[in-house]
């Protein structure tokens, strides 16, 4: 099964900062992940696919890049909204893999 | 409105047998590629299963393989999840989600763009 390992695992932050997540493949998944957003009690929300197509509805703050094994979630100026736990999940070998989550919180 | 509501959890000895069912509404069902995942309390998400829109292609998580199926009734707008010999570590909340595969011109992507709200399974003695 294809790993994927994201860092940071935890990070605080304060409204109007950039932030950036990490996700990284153990082998090459080609441009095939997506990013979703989590809060509390709530299902999981798409945010990104195929790398960084944004879905509908999703603020442009939210981006996406990468390619191969090494992926970047940035959100360009944090909102009160936006703190919650993200995953990057990889869509180019089964079983689906998801990365462990990097929970945003409030400095 | 277009949901999906999942339903089918509870509480389950180990060993036991659950089926879960998501019935889905506000779209064609039988169009879309559909998907089971679970949380564990405090832990993250974890794809389970998907299965295609003709229900002839599935495909599963290896920690489930031989445990679980996955089939759907589009007449009835309904998936499932069968889940026999239940242990300790299955409970998890549930989610299905609805998998609008995107094609770029030369690869499909999974878009799991609806989500249902969960139903929680509970595997103890």
């Known amino acids: 099964a294809t790993q994927m390992t994201q860092s940071p695992s935890f990070l605080s932050a304060s409204v109007g900062d950039r932030v950036t997540i990490i996700c990284r493949a153990s082998?090459?998944?080609?441009?095939?992940l997506g990013w979703y957003q989590q809060r509390p009690g709530e299902a999981p929300k798409l945010l990104i696919y195929?790398?960084?197509t944004l879905q509908s509805g999703v603020p442009s703050r939210f981006s996406g890049s990468g390619s191969g094994t090494d992926f970047t979630l940035t959100i360009s100026s944090l909102q009160p909204e936006d703190f919650a736990t993200y995953y990057c999940?990889?869509?180019?070998?089964?079983?689906?893999?998801f990365g462990q989550g990097t929970k945003v919180a409030v400095k | 409105e277009v949901q999906l509501v999942e339903s089918g959890g509870g509480t389950v000895q180990p060993g036991g047998s659950l089926r879960l069912s998501c019935t889905a509404s506000?779209?064609?069902?039988?169009?879309?590629?559909m998907a089971w995942f679970r949380q564990a309390p405090g832990k993250g998400l974890e794809w389970v299963a998907n299965?295609?829109?003709?229900?002839?292609?599935?495909h599963f998580v290896d920690s489930m393989k031989g445990r679980i199926s996955i089939s759907r009734d589009n007449a009835k707008n309904s998936l499932y999840l069968q889940m026999d010999s239940l242990r300790d570590e299955d409970t998890a909340v549930y989610f299905c989600?609805?998998?609008?595969?995107?094609?770029?011109?030369?690869?499909?992507?999974?878009?799991?763009?609806?989500w249902g709200q969960g139903t929680m399974v509970i595997v103890s003695s």
């Open positions: 989600a609805r998998d609008t595969n995107f094609y770029d011109g030369s690869a499909f992507y999974d878009v799991f763009d609806m």
């Open positions: 506000g779209f064609t069902f039988n169009k879309y590629w």
């Open positions: 299965l295609r829109g003709d229900g002839s292609v599935m």
């Open positions: 082998q090459d998944i080609r441009n095939d």
């Open positions: 195929a790398t960084s």
């Open positions: 999940l990889q869509d180019s070998t089964y079983p689906r893999t």
